[in-house]
């Protein structure tokens, strides 16, 4: 099974930016489709940004236009650039991915998660 590795989150304050990474090495079919979730505590999880090998990406409205996702697909690895960040960005995030399916930005959809990166952004 592929194991995903978040890494990159950190403390920063409001305006801010952070990049975070996830790498899959190895396992680029169950990878086909990948996306960022955060859980802010006493909050569901929400959808982030998902993109997939042929290029295309999502994003939840709260991060259009400050978040970028990206994928290098000689390594494996996924990026989720965040900038201007806000305190109501805080939370952990999770690195998860799928198989080739439709990539939507539906946390049931995927079936591999990583364990997580805490962001911390203060105001």
């Known amino acids: 099974q592929v194991q995903l590795v978040e890494s990159g989150g950190g403390s920063v304050q409001a305006g801010g930016s952070l990049r975070l990474s996830c790498a899959a090495p190895g396992d680029t079919y169950n990878t086909y489709c990948m996306g960022w979730f955060r859980q802010a505590p006493g909050q569901e999880r929400e959808g982030v940004a998902a993109?997939?090998?042929?290029?295309?990406?999502t994003y939840a409205d709260s991060v259009k236009g400050r978040f970028t996702i990206s994928k290098d697909n000689r390594y494996n690895t996924l990026y989720l650039q965040m900038n201007s960040l806000k305190p109501e960005d805080n939370a952990m995030y999770y690195c998860a991915s799928t198989a080739p399916v439709l990539c939507l930005l539906v946390g049931r959809t995927f079936d591999t998660w990583g364990k997580g990166t805490l962001v911390t952004v203060s105001s």
């Open positions: 993109t997939d090998n042929d290029g295309f990406t």
